[in-house]
């Protein structure tokens, strides 16, 4: 089928200063965007497109998210479980209500199709793009572009099992469209084409090597050739449902496509018995990083509790060892939303000139107690990393909300971090 391939902004300086334009003369003309009912409840969204996988749609719309320009995260539950389910357990509204974003639960509501509930990964009939499954997870990130105006630089996928499964199939079928992924006790992207009986695919001893788990991502949109999402792997180390070896495999391929090494450049210890292993372009940027969960079985760690880095419940599935929805929020720099959700100021009488020199208010002063750090990349890394953000085609420091010029891999700044989450322009002078 024809599929109609959605602009990307962050591979064209040309679109993005057109949709900058485009802006300006909208509001200078008095056009009214659709409300954005902000609830932090869960609501089921009807007709958000012709569906084609027949799917449902759950919206979290949290207070605490921006009316324009919030993240989306796409999160989709395990075999048996559904939308309410993992809304409950999961702990990601939570963190939609701490970081302000927005949430999809999308969900399979078929105990037969392909079999309780599951969402099938291995078909492609419903997990490749433009098809089924795939097709309706993607209308309904339309659809959120359309009527909550999203910021389509900060859209991300998360799943657990079967969820999982489909997680690792949307990041390879449109990488174009995620900025991040967290796949949570998952197989590798493609791994199957005959169902999700193909036990091949969850046993650990599917025999591909690095190339070949590659080439499974990229022929997944073989005409793509921009940068990829980022990628968290999440995984139990007793795992007897989806063998501890599918991180591995999930690893190999998305650090190939990325042009790294599967070696990691560094090893972090968490808790909850949690190894996170990063593996970083030369730009500094986490683009893949694992999280082993020692003694885990299958599931999602979470961790109950009040305090700041901690979220969810324990239930079938839901594991209490970390809260891994809090710290993949960390690595999509999703934590930094909330210095961020300002955009930038255009005047009532905007012209198509005037939208390249606004710049968003700024932020609360950075600490004097902190000790600086220095990071220097292009602006599109800075974004990916969470030190910046981009709005209307061009970029801004996360903090102080300086303008950084176009979203592209050619503009380079040095970004000076002051205090916590806090980024200044500092071309040249850092420390």
């Known amino acids: 089928m024809t599929f109609a391939?959605?602009?990307?902004?962050?591979?064209?300086?040309?679109?993005?200063?057109?949709?900058?334009?485009?802006?300006?003369?909208a509001l200078a003309l008095g056009v009214q965007r659709s409300a954005h009912a902000n609830t932090s409840t869960l609501n089921q969204v009807t007709n958000f497109g012709s569906n084609p996988g027949s799917l449902d749609m759950y919206s979290y719309l949290p207070t605490t998210a921006p009316s324009s320009g919030a993240p989306l995260v796409i999160a989709l539950h395990g075999c048996t479980q559904s939308a309410s389910d993992y809304y409950s357990n999961s702990g990601w509204p939570q963190e939609a209500d701490t970081y302000g974003f927005d949430v999809i639960f999308a969900e399979q509501p078929s105990a037969s199709s392909p079999i309780e509930y599951c969402f099938d990964w291995g078909d492609t009939s419903n997990d490749a793009r433009g098809n089924g499954e795939a097709e309706s997870i993607y209308q309904m990130i339309q659809y959120a572009e359309t009527n909550w105006h999203v910021n389509t630089s900060k859209i991300y996928i998360t799943g657990l099992s079967a969820g999982a499964g489909m997680t690792s199939d949307m990041l390879a079928?449109?990488?174009?469209?995620?900025?991040?992924?967290?796949?949570?006790?998952?197989?590798?992207?493609?791994?199957?084409?005959s169902g999700i009986y193909n036990t091949n695919c969850t046993s650990g001893t599917t025999s591909n090597t690095v190339a070949q788990w590659a080439s499974l991502i990229k022929n997944s949109d073989s005409g793509y050739s921009g940068p990829y999402p980022r990628v968290a792997i999440w995984q139990g180390s007793s795992d007897t449902t989806v063998n501890p070896a599918e991180l591995t495999y999930n690893m190999d391929g998305w650090t190939s496509v990325w042009g790294l090494s599967q070696t990691p450049t560094s090893t972090k210890s968490l808790t909850g018995g949690t190894t996170e292993n990063d593996y970083d372009t030369s730009n500094g940027v986490d683009a893949v990083s694992t999280f082993e969960v020692s003694g885990m079985t299958h599931g999602l760690a979470v961790n109950p509790g009040s305090g700041a880095?901690?979220?969810?419940?324990?239930?079938?599935?839901?594991?209490?060892?970390?809260?891994?929805?809090?710290?993949?929020?960390l690595f999509w720099g999703l934590n930094n939303n909330a210095?961020?959700?300002?955009?930038?100021?255009?005047?009532?009488?905007?012209?198509?000139?005037?939208?390249?020199?606004?710049?968003?208010?700024?932020?609360?002063?950075?600490?004097?107690?902190?000790?600086?750090t220095c990071y220097t990349a292009n602006n599109y890394a800075q974004t990916v990393a969470g030190r910046a953000y981009m709005s209307l085609g061009y970029v801004y420091a996360d903090g102080s909300n300086q303008n950084m010029g176009l979203d592209n891999t050619y503009a380079t700044n040095t970004l000076e971090e002051t205090s916590p989450g806090y980024y200044v322009i500092n071309n040249g002078t850092c420390p």
């Open 5 to 25: 391939r959605r602009p990307l902004t962050r591979a064209s300086t040309v679109v993005a200063t057109v949709v900058a334009v485009i802006a300006a003369l």
């Open 339 to 372: 210095t961020t959700t300002a955009s930038p100021s255009t005047s009532a009488t905007a012209t198509a000139t005037a939208s390249a020199s606004s710049s968003p208010s700024a932020s609360a002063s950075p600490s004097s107690t902190y000790t600086p």
């Open 173 to 193: 079928d449109y990488p174009d469209v995620f900025a991040g992924g967290s796949i949570d006790s998952g197989p590798a992207a493609q791994c199957s084409t």
């Open 309 to 329: 880095t901690q979220c969810g419940s324990t239930g079938t599935y839901y594991l209490n060892y970390i809260c891994s929805s809090y710290y993949t929020v």
